[in-house]
Structures are given as C-alpha cells and as structure tokens.
C-alpha cells in the first residue's frame, strides 16, 4: 500500500507559505537519502552497482547533490542537463549519456565530459567519430522490438513501435565496428518500461541482457563491463498500488547473475541502472491554495497552480493522490474536479475524485509530484515556474530553486524591434 503520511503539517505549510507563496514544490531530503540508501543496500551484492539518476526527472542541482552524496550518477539527455552535471563535479565514469535524436554537440560535450555514450542508433557511431573521437568505452541501446515477450507498457509503449534503441542486427554490427575502431571497454543498455509496479519485469529484462551478453561476446570475442537495465521502476501513485519489491527483483536478478554470467565464466559484470522516478518521485509535493469553488454542471475546486507545475495528470491521465490539509480525517463526503487555471479542459489535478468538503483559502497536496513533475513544467498561458524547497533532515526550509517572475517570462521577448 501506498505511503499516505505527509512529512510535514497544516501549521508548517501555512508558516512555509508565509514565505513562500504557493504553489510551490516541496522536497523531502531524509526520506531521499534513506530510499537512496536503501535502493544502493538492495544490490548491494553487486561489485559496482551504481545507479545512475536520470537527470530528466529532476533536475534541481540541491537535489542531485544529494544523491552525488549517497554515491549515484547521472543519466543525462541533453547538453543542459550535461551542463549542470558538470558543474556539480560529475566526470567519466559517473556520467552515463543516453539520448536520442542526440544533436552533434551533445556527443562533443559527453566525450569532452568522458561520459559513457550510449549510442541510440548505428548511425550516431560516425556523427560522434567526426565531431568529437573515439572513446574508450561505448555502449548501446537495444530495443528488442517484437522480440520481447512481453510488451512494454503504457508510458513507453511497445517496443516495435518506441522511437529508441537499435535492433538486434545493428547491435551485433554497432560492436563489430567499434571493436574494430580499438575500443576495448563495453556496456549494453535498454530500458523498455516507464512506472512499472510489475516485479518480473526488471529480471525479465537482466535476463535478455544477460543472453545478449553471453552471445556477442562469445561471437565478437569482446568482452561486456555492464549491463545497464534503464530506468522506470514505478512508485505507487494510487493508495491501493503496491510498491515493487526490491529484495525480490534483487533475488531474481542474483540467481540468474550466477546461472548465467558466473557459471560461463562472463563476470565480473556490473549491473547499473538510472531511474529517475523512483529516487525522487513519492518525495516531493505540490502544495497549491484553494482560490474558487464553483458549482455547475459539475462541482470544483479552482486552484493556485495549474498543468503547467505538472502536467501529468493533463498529459496521461496520470493519477496523482490528493490531501486536503487539516482535513485529512473527514469523510470524503464529495465528488470533485480539482482544476488549475489554463484555458484547457485538461487542466485538471483531478477528476471526480472522492474528497472531504472543500473551502477557499484550503490548501491541497498534491502527492508524488518528486519527479517529472517541476522539470515538465512549462509557461502556457504565461504561467510561471514555482519555486523548490527542500524540507531539511533538521527540519529547516530551504529555497532551492526561486519561482520564476514576469521579468524572467519578458527576458526573451523582444518589445523594442516591433
Ligand atoms: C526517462 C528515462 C529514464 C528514467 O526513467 P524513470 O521512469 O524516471 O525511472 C532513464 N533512462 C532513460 C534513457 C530515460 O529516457
């Protein structure tokens, strides 16, 4: 079952908002370095496992700073998120570069950066020769396509019909050519599920890398560093998921490890991995004030933040749990659309949703706002960004990141030359 309690109360938020006027999202830094802890203790039987946090899913440096402490690396898209990798002291090894559509000056700054480079597609090996050089350790992204058994969910989508990875051909030909090229140093990567709660998957997916290994090592007579599984194990968003179990995915993974990789002689091999919502995900909250209630057709509940502090609900229909603070113990007596302000239909935190009665000046927390939330914010409608706390282990607040004003939204107008 799902975590219901929140790591701070009514007193406290409406102190913060004194502050720090909503919406706003907070962070809480004890439970993200116990999770980290814990996730690193659960594999802690691999030499070298390492998580890598996809940089994507929050990209606030007072966040990735902490998990830096508590021995992650980062899963970097995009020069950006190179950037801000770099200036926190992250290099070579501790940076895994997994793009796609990736423009050239990407690959010039992870190869500057000496990033492991996850190459996409066979094509990117002659872009990144050209405009940057050789490295000493490539890796490729396979999609299995109609290989796979079974298929990838929701998020992600099939893996015939995902835009990633290489097929199973291009992998043995994408090795050939960079074994050729003098590289000595090899990983093989894939990530076909995004949010899954299943706990097969994550072995299911070791075990065809495992199998790959096994064969193009065998048939190019190179030899495999790691297997990186991806990302996506999913958190529990709605009250009645169930959180995946770790002590089982690991258990399942070591027993293949040692049938497959140990008994023919392929280890030392390091597993590694980069999930992004799992690290930050149930840790971070969207604090937003009731400004209206309205009655029509249907009954609701106008709030200060809008799709734009988090769009998954309005993109995916995504379930996001809702307290109402200070009203945690009254009946859910109502039926509500919780709704932000842009003029569209889906700008909605909730739909029909079962809550106690609501009143203007309420503030509502919206749960499991960590990841993907802030960083896919965006300024429709001239909305503004909000800001970032951190709710501290000593159970201080600090502002990681200023909400955005009007002179950063007119920054890169141009009213002069009209
Ligand atoms: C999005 C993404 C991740 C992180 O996914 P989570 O669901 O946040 O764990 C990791 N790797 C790649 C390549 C991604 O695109």
Redesign the pocket.
């Known amino acids: 079952m799902k975590n219901l309690k929140l790591p701070f109360t009514k007193k406290q938020i409406e102190e913060i908002a004194k502050k720090h006027p909503t919406p706003f999202h907070i962070y809480d830094e004890k439970a993200i370095i116990e999770n980290a802890k814990n996730l690193y203790n659960k594999f802690d039987w691999i030499d070298g496992f390492k998580n890598y946090f996809?940089v994507?899913?929050n990209p606030n440096p007072h966040l990735i700073k902490i998990l830096k402490e508590n021995k992650m690396g980062v899963?970097c898209?995009s020069l950006t998120e190179l950037l801000i990798a770099e200036k926190l002291g992250f290099s070579g090894d501790e940076i895994m570069f997994?793009s796609n559509d990736t423009d050239y000056i990407e690959f010039k700054k992870a190869y500057e950066l000496g990033a492991i480079i996850?190459l996409d597609d066979i094509s990117h090996i002659s872009i990144l020769e050209k405009n940057a050089g050789v490295p000493n350790i490539i890796c490729f992204?396979y999609n299995p396509g109609s290989l796979r058994k079974n298929k990838g969910n929701q998020?992600i989508g099939n893996p015939e019909d995902a835009k990633?990875g290489c097929t199973r051909n291009q992998l043995f030909e994408g090795y050939r050519i960079m074994r050729d090229k003098g590289v000595k140093r090899f990983g093989l990567h894939t990530?076909i599920v995004?949010?899954e709660l299943n706990k097969n998957a994550l072995a299911e997916t070791a075990e065809m890398l495992f199998d790959l290994v096994i064969e193009i090592s065998k048939k190019l007579d190179i030899k495999f560093e790691f297997i990186n599984l991806?990302?996506?194990?999913?958190i529990p968003y709605k009250p009645d998921d169930v959180q995946v179990d770790l002590d089982f995915v690991s258990g399942e993974i070591k027993k293949l490890y040692v049938e497959k990789i140990v008994k023919n002689g392929f280890d030392p091999l390091r597993i590694i991995m980069?999930?992004?919502?799992?690290?930050t995900?149930p840790y971070g909250y969207l604090v937003t004030r009731v400004i209206h209630t309205k009655d029509t057709y249907k009954k609701y509940i106008g709030v200060d933040a809008s799709m734009a502090n988090l769009m998954r609900p309005g993109m995916y229909g995504a379930y996001h749990h809702e307290t109402v603070l200070g009203k945690e113990d009254n009946p859910n007596t109502e039926t509500y659309d919780v709704v932000g302000s842009l003029c569209e239909n889906n700008d909605k935190f909730a739909i029909d949703r079962k809550l106690p009665k609501i009143e203007i000046g309420d503030n509502i927390v919206i749960h499991d706002a960590g990841?993907?939330g802030h960083s896919m914010g965006f300024n429709y409608n001239g909305k503004l960004r909000s800001a970032e706390l951190l709710l501290r282990t000593d159970g201080s607040v600090k502002l990681i990141r200023r909400a955005e004003t009007i002179e950063d939204y007119f920054a890169t107008l141009d009213f002069k030359n009209l």
């Open positions: 996809a994507k899913a899963d898209s997994s996850n992204r998020l990633y990530m995004s949010n991806g990302g996506g194990i999913g980069e999930n992004g919502r799992m690290v995900g990841a993907h």
